[in-house]
Nanobody, 131 residues
Framework: QVQLVESGGGLVQAGGSLRLSCADS????????MGWFRQAPGKEREFVAT????????YYADSVKGRFTISRDNAKNTVYLQMNSLKPEDTAVYFC????????????????????????WGQGTQVTVSS
């Protein structure tokens, strides 16, 4: 059973940083690909980043590449999203999610970046970036 709880959201000025955490209370965290998504008011849920079960491969949306970093600590059952150089357009509710896909990445394979590819979700944490 996967039970995900996000934390670390808040209000920050443009150009600032936040680190989101997502902890799993289950016993199988290390077997899942973990992703971060976000949803702004009136918009569809949007892919942000994903990381393989062992942290060996990562993949980012173009909109956050170079500013956000996804990482994980399997000993702590936690995945992180370090967000730097934040912009007002990064304002959204951020969700972590778990997938059974992308366990053994191969060249040319598209990492899971659609919401339907992640069956397990946290409740979300609000990130607000002021201008």
């Amino acid at each position: 059973q996967v039970q995900l709880v996000e934390s670390g959201g808040g209000l920050v000025q443009a150009g600032g940083s936040l680190r989101l955490s997502c902890a799993d209370s289950g016993r199988t965290f290390s077997t899942y690909t973990m992703g971060w998504f976000r949803q702004a008011p009136g918009k569809e849920r949007e892919f942000v980043a994903t990381i393989t079960w062992n942290g060996g491969s990562t993949y980012y949306a173009d909109s956050v590449k170079g500013r956000f970093t996804i990482s994980r600590d399997n000993a702590k059952n936690t995945v992180y999203l370090q967000m730097n150089s934040l912009k007002p357009e990064d304002t959204a509710v951020y969700f972590c999610a778990a997938s059974v896909l992308w366990r053994h990445p191969v060249a040319g394979q598209i990492p899971p970046s659609a919401a339907y590819e992640y069956p397990y979700w946290g409740q979300g944490t609000q990130v607000t970036v002021s201008s």
